[in-house]
């Protein structure tokens, strides 16, 4: 089932809550999904104000700029967003609509910035997308914890950084990694 709008995902908008308690930043390169004024509007209210949104679908570029209507200054780029300039000081977040299986070279091209990427985790589950984020950064899991508060997520600790991977049942099981240092 596609999703219209995030404003009745209350799991989606927990974890996603949560997820960017651990960062400070005020920009963002993103995916703005299904609804670009929710998007637009979450943003501002958590004191985001440079924003920069890809999009790689020509029609669903169009529908959302059509629909756009928010006093906020957005750059709304055309393309895939690997195309997107490596930025410090900014948090990439990428919530995509596929599984981890299609996604190796966006998981592997964000390896020394602050993100959050969400993949469906339908038909091949929470553990073995763990395990393949991982593969696909070359990046071996020192440490692990499992904890159910304040939403069922995973503490994990690499050589190259420190993660939050929530994991959440929307429309879909949904698997969102947080890349926190």
């Known amino acids: 089932m596609k999703k219209v709008t995030y404003v009745n995902a209350s799991r989606k908008r927990e974890a996603r809550k949560f997820l960017f308690s651990f960062f400070n930043e005020d920009s963002i390169i993103g995916l703005a999904g299904p609804d670009i ?7 501002k209210d958590n004191k985001i104000t440079n924003i920069e949104l890809w999009e790689n679908n020509s029609e669903v570029m169009m529908e959302q700029l059509i629909k756009f209507n928010s006093d ?31 996604l190796h070279e966006h998981v592997k091209k964000f390896k020394e910035s602050k993100f959050i990427m969400t993949f469906c985790a339908r038909k091949i589950g ?26 069922t997520h995973w503490a994990i600790k690499t050589a190259f950084g420190k993660y939050i991977v929530a994991k959440y049942f929307d429309t879909t099981p949904m698997i969102s990694f947080a890349k926190i240092n």
């Open 37 to 43: 004024n929710e998007y637009v509007s979450w943003c």
């Open 72 to 102: 906020m200054e957005v750059t709304y780029k055309f393309g895939d967003i690997l195309n997107a300039e490596k930025r410090k000081n900014c948090i990439y977040d990428l919530d995509y609509c596929g599984t981890i299986y299609t």
């Open 126 to 151: 929470y553990e073995k997308c763990i395990e393949l984020f991982f593969k696909s950064r070359d990046e071996k899991v020192m440490q692990i914890f499992y904890k159910e508060e304040p939403v």
